[in-house]
């Protein structure tokens, strides 16, 4: 086989049925052998941009829990997946990027389309591989795809000059393998205090986040919560690893986490920290957050133990592993007055969407009214913005990997691409996509691959004619101050409708009713346009820089 027909043999036997990306000269090969491929074919989905392209693999990948594949050419084109893959890279999602190079003999020289991609996306990525030799194709794409998924996910970039791509490679026979865990190094003196903390905290709280998604280990910290019966408070990348619905449940802390849930945290005695890495939008002010605990700290990634919060006693190792002895050591506890003062607060500042005053549809009523129309199975997925703090806090999942958002990165533009990626991976399961009209405008283009592989989500767009969370910035922080947040939109739905995709926009509460209806029988995708209050703010809210206890309630 060339270089080019023995990567789609070896991203097959991995298990690759679909791959995401743009053609480019540089990839050409690749693509021709896509082409001519009969046994075992792979689906080429083309975005309308390779920043689309990466975002959709990133969805792909965070529904199935495997690495995906993407695409991409030379020069620009990969240099237009770099964000993509700092949005994969942070939230810890398995990506495999084959980049295109000009030729071995050209590379160095300023060639057309040349850029140094194996160097730029090193920073950004878990590891990177410039193939120079046809014998190592095979050996490079099994070790790429095995990074990715190993230990903590994340992408992994494979630069593939063109000649390489044309060039016969030596015999390769397929050898499936195990991937290997690391047993819990279970030392008798941490087990100890582990199990004195356990027992003699009198206010103890789950901290869980995307750590929990990647590993499935959803059921075991259902176990650990109910057994010892304590509160679980969730990160936005852990939205759906834990019920949103379970009376143990305080939904998701941080910046814009619930009133009850941040005061939880500063309150507690004993933090278990499951799967996250204390990011300042979680923590607020470093050195006042959660000031009366012992914090147990289980994190696969070792840069991440007590690199912001000093531990108590930290962890390395997978959950996978971990979690299963660690649910044998809880003792079964009813923490009867932790509770009482958690009902007082939730009772004193309940999470509860409010009309608008104007007759406008408030944003919270609008997610109570998609979640009424939501199955537990369909999957979610935000831009960034304001919607994404509301979608976290008001809409129900009741599972993992049915809420993907750009966490770490805070991407616009994310959400749209990643919605389509995440629909060809719910084969059954409808896709809903959650965005503003500012985040929504940085992927427009993708409306023309919707339209052409007729992807059936649900595209809401929540109008307030701007950029509302940077609006809400300036009008707290910087003295009411607007400037570049508004802006002049198209007509979404008319704009939907010359692509043969169904469109409606609402203003008021008993439309978005009957328009939610309609959608509900509609094969195909559909775009929804909801007018939203302009000044709308999202609470609740602790300021950048001040520590949890500070909620701002609106």
């Not at 052998?33 to 990133?58: G, M, Q, W």
């Not at 869980?208 to 990160?235: K, L, M, W």
């Not at 849930?261 to 890495?277: C, M």
Request: glycine fraction near 10%; charge should be negative; aromatic fraction near 8%.
């Amino acid at each position: 086989m060339t270089g080019s027909e023995l990567t789609w043999e070896v991203l097959s036997k991995l298990g690759t049925t679909v791959v995401f990306g743009v053609p480019g000269g540089a990839i050409l090969p690749l693509v021709d052998s896509l082409a001519t491929r009969k046994d075992n074919p792979i689906d080429f989905v083309v975005s309308r941009h390779e920043a689309a392209s990466i975002h959709a693999a990133d969805g792909y990948a965070r529904v199935t829990g495997k690495p995906s594949v993407a695409m991409a050419t030379s020069g620009p084109g990969g240099t237009n997946v770099i964000t993509g893959l700092v949005t994969a890279m942070t939230d810890s999602v398995p990506i495999v990027l084959l980049v295109g190079q000009v030729p071995t003999t050209l590379i160095g020289t300023d060639a057309f389309q040349e850029a140094d991609l194996f160097n730029m996306t090193m920073p950004v990525v878990k590891h990177s591989w410039r193939i120079s030799d046809p014998s190592d194709v095979a050996s490079v794409l099994v070790e790429a795809y095995e990074t990715a998924g190993r230990g903590r996910p994340g992408p992994v970039v494979v630069e593939f000059p063109k000649n390489i791509q044309f060039m016969e490679c030596p015999p390769w026979e397929w050898q499936p393998r195990e991937e290997a865990r690391p047993e819990w190094d279970e030392k008798p003196l941490v087990l100890a205090r582990i199990k004195s903390y356990l027992r003699s905290a009198k206010k103890p709280l789950l901290y869980i986040g995307g750590g929990v998604v990647s590993s499935g280990t959803q059921d075991y910290v259902r176990q650990i919560a109910e057994t010892y019966h304590c509160p679980v408070a969730n990160t936005l990348m852990g939205v759906g690893a834990f019920p949103s619905t379970h009376p143990l449940a305080l939904g998701m802390l941080g910046m814009h986490g619930t009133w009850y849930a941040n005061n939880a945290i500063q309150s507690a005695d004993l933090i278990l920290a499951l799967g996250v890495r204390f990011d300042d939008r979680v923590t607020g002010k470093i050195d006042e957050f959660a000031p009366n605990a012992h914090i147990i700290h289980i994190e696969v990634d070792a840069a991440e133990l007590s690199k912001l919060v000093p531990a108590d006693i930290a962890v390395r190792g997978d959950l996978r592993t971990i979690l299963p002895k660690f649910a044998e050591m809880v003792p079964a506890r009813t923490n009867d007055e932790w509770w009482a003062t958690i009902n007082e607060w939730k009772k004193a500042h309940p999470l509860k969407p409010v009309a608008s005053p104007d007759g406008s549809i408030a944003t919270p009523v609008i997610m109570e009214a998609i979640n009424r129309h939501l199955r537990p199975d369909d999957v979610i997925v935000t831009e960034v913005g304001q919607h994404q703090m509301w979608a976290a806090l008001y809409l129900r999942r009741e599972k993992p990997r049915t809420f993907l958002t750009s966490g770490g990165a805070g991407t616009m533009g994310y959400g749209f691409p990643a919605a389509m990626g995440a629909q060809f991976a719910s084969k059954g399961h409808r896709v809903v996509l959650v965005a503003g009209d500012g985040s929504f405008q940085m992927n427009l283009q993708e409306m023309g691959t919707v339209a052409q592989y007729n992807i059936p989500i649900w595209m809401i767009v929540l109008n307030n004619h701007g950029h509302g969370m940077v609006r809400q910035w300036q009008d707290l922080f910087h003295g009411h101050r607007r400037i570049g947040v508004d802006l002049l939109n198209p007509d979404f739905v008319r704009l939907a409708q010359s692509f043969g995709i169904q469109g409606f926009s609402v203003n008021e509460a008993g439309a978005l009713e009957e328009a939610l209806t309609i959608m509900e029988s509609i094969d195909g995708p559909v775009m929804l346009e909801v007018m939203v209050p302009r000044d709308e703010h999202v609470f609740p809210m602790v300021p950048a820089g001040q520590p949890l206890s500070m909620v701002l309630e609106g």
